[in-house]
């Protein structure tokens, strides 16, 4: 069932909030993806906790235990290397492995990080850096994760098309499972060594900052280290920061910009942080499934109505992508590409 009751957040929020002031466990919306409620029921569960919250936890899943743990412990093994073996398979160019900074413009974290394509060839080639022993052991440990998060995320989009009411409700699946798709897998580690004076890190320490993921949808699995957080309103006109208690057994899907994008603003792009609070380090998967570059992004027509008109002009994944590239990680992005008034204007763009 979902427990969400907040009224829309905002994908424009600002940089700055509220300190987390902390929510119950059942704040949180929560997904049985065994739907014992029916498909129609989750589906309807499932758009009205992305168009309220941005983001649903998902248990019953059917991601075997099995491959989550083979990614764990194929991620463990690499980030326990030395500092100089782990530079080989970098620098982050996009993709490779990265420390602290996050981007080319100044944004950092406390954090280590692997990004994959996940083509299985370019997998292929990175696990020759990241574990020199046996390649194929990481490869195949990426590659079962990768097709069993895929399968989730179709899954979720399939009853997002059914709950929206589109025409073809598979047209938001199909985006992600073309043979020149986009999607990434990032794998992220925030060491305990990180933690300050007698291994209690400050409450304000920053693992990853403020942000929304542009792709369609992302799929996160952590440890049982808790760290993430989400913008949220809190029910007294202002948004606030609200901890998101670790579930190892679940994933965490959120609304990505692209999903925003096609849905004409009724799925929210949720702003989300993860602090790095705890003496034990924190291991975290992402998959964030990603159409082709050349992908044309404009609202479903089901979305656009009179009452509703069009918010975002049409872009490719490609533009996007490179737009991205030359802000913050907190930047909207998405207002970039507003339509303004109803004369149909773009908003300048920087």
């Not at 929020?13 to 014992?36: E, F, K, L, Q």
């Not at 029916?38 to 491959?67: D, T």
Request: net charge neutral; proline share 7%; glycine share 8%.
């Amino acid at each position: 069932m979902v427990a969400s009751t907040a009224a829309p957040a905002s994908s424009s929020a600002a940089a700055v909030a509220p300190a987390c002031r902390g929510m119950a466990p059942a704040g949180i919306p929560t997904i049985d993806m065994s739907a014992p409620a029916g498909r129609a029921e989750m589906s309807r569960q499932m758009v009205e906790a992305f168009a309220e919250r941005g983001f649903f936890k998902a248990v019953n899943h059917g991601v075997p235990p099995r491959a989550s743990a083979r990614l764990d412990a194929a991620s463990a093994a690499f980030f326990a290397r030395p500092a100089e073996e782990k530079q080989e398979a970098g620098p982050p160019d996009p993709l490779g492995y990265g420390s602290r900074s996050i981007g080319s413009h100044g944004d950092v974290g406390e954090l280590e990080y692997l990004i994959l394509h996940t083509d299985p060839e370019v997998v292929a080639r990175k696990a020759r850096a990241v574990d020199r022993d046996d390649p194929s052991r990481f490869s195949e440990a990426v590659n079962e994760y990768v097709q069993a998060v895929r399968h989730l995320a179709c899954r979720i989009l399939d009853m997002l098309g059914e709950g929206l009411g589109l025409r073809d409700p598979a047209s938001l699946s199909r985006l992600i499972t073309t043979t020149d798709g986009d999607s990434l897998v990032r794998i992220n580690h925030y060491p305990a060594s990180a933690a300050g004076d007698g291994g209690v890190k400050a409450a304000s320490s920053v693992g990853f900052g403020e942000h929304t993921d542009p792709q369609i949808l992302s799929v996160l699995r952590a440890n049982d280290v808790d760290g993430l957080q989400v913008l949220l309103p809190d029910g007294r006109g202002e948004d606030a920061w609200v901890q998101v208690p670790a579930d190892p057994a679940a994933f965490f899907i959120n609304v990505g910009d692209l999903l925003q994008a096609l849905t004409n603003g009724k799925l929210v792009s949720i702003r989300h942080r993860v602090m790095a609070s705890s003496s034990k380090p924190r291991l975290s998967a992402i998959y964030f499934a990603a159409p082709a570059l050349h992908e044309r992004i404009s609202a479903f027509p089901e979305t656009v109505t009179a009452a509703a008109p069009r918010r975002y002009r049409p872009f490719t994944w490609a533009e996007y992508k490179k737009t991205m590239y030359t802000l913050r990680l907190s930047h909207n992005r998405l207002d970039l590409f507003a339509v303004v008034g109803d004369s149909g204007e773009d908003k300048p763009r920087i």
